[in-house]
């Protein structure tokens, strides 16, 4: 089964602790290799995301030393979950050359409407996403849904992540209530976006948070999306996004076996010079 994960926070970021309790709970739960990615600064006032210059050298300092002290235990990488909402964040590259990353997650949490509002659409409240589809796209979600897959596009084509961070998590506060996943319009956008990723060789992650965190349904991306990806052979990687050590290996066991029931025989694992495939089975 899978024995990775490169999605995690810590408490340089919006996590609980320490990077090295993950590093102990990965070698508890048996891991190979855990790569920290911790959420990018971003220019405007936050509670999530590392907050300046100092603590993300602090934190790359931190996730290097324990590289060398856990040489030989596990694979440490150092990386980050960057935002992307066009003309206001920083470009996914600085972070990249600046600090030496191994790999980048790049990730949509705020949504841009066409007069500079921020729908959030991330977060355990879900009146949050409510009052954001009201505010900035007057309740429509179609016209909101696209903004989001859009952005996600625009990410991909300008900034080249290595990995699409929750793919879906459009769908997390939505309950089936605003749209449902089967609708030949959300379809389309889905497609549309999986043939960007496609063709930029971008790895999908397969993210369990949301179902360990009971506020999703499904994996991002759910099971109907995969069995596409898997046709269209996008590559993925299993990552549970743990803001916590206890996270580090929660549903990847099950995950695994979700991939191989939608078709997938291998996924992705960063592998100190770039990503390789290893088996599932
Ligand atoms: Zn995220
Ligand atoms: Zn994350």
Known sequence: MFKHNFHTHTAYCDGSSPPEDYVIEALKAGLESIGFSGHAPVPFENHFAIPDNDSLKAYAGEVEELKEKYDGQINIF??????????????????????????????VHFVKNRKEGLWFID?????????????YFNG??????IAYYRQINMMIQTQQPDV???FDKIKMHNHDEYFREE????????????????????????????????????????????????????????STDAHKPGEVGLLLDETARTLIETGYREACIYAGKGWESVSLL
């Not at 935002?83 to 980048?104: A, N, Q, R, V, W």
């Not at 977060?123 to 505010?135: F, H, I, K, S, Y």
């Not at 429509?140 to 849904?145: C, G, L, N, T």
């Open 123 to 135: 977060g355990p409240d879900r009146n949050v996403w409510l009052q954001g589809l009201a505010e």
């Open 183 to 238: 609708e030949p319009w959300y379809s389309k956008l889905v497609m549309e976006t999986l043939e960007i990723i496609r063709d930029n060789g971008c790895i999908v992650e397969v993210n369990t948070r949301g179902l360990y965190k009971k506020r999703s349904g499904s994996l991002f991306p759910g099971p109907a999306i995969l069995k596409e990806m898997n046709k269209m052979n996008i590559p993925v990687t299993i």
């Open 164 to 166: 699409i961070g929750h």
């Open 140 to 145: 429509d979600i179609r016209e909101a849904v």
């Open 78 to 107: 150092l990386a980050l979950e960057a935002d992307y909402i066009p003309g206001i964040t920083f470009d996914f590259k600085h972070f990249m050359e600046d600090l030496s990353l191994d790999y980048i997650i790049g990730s």
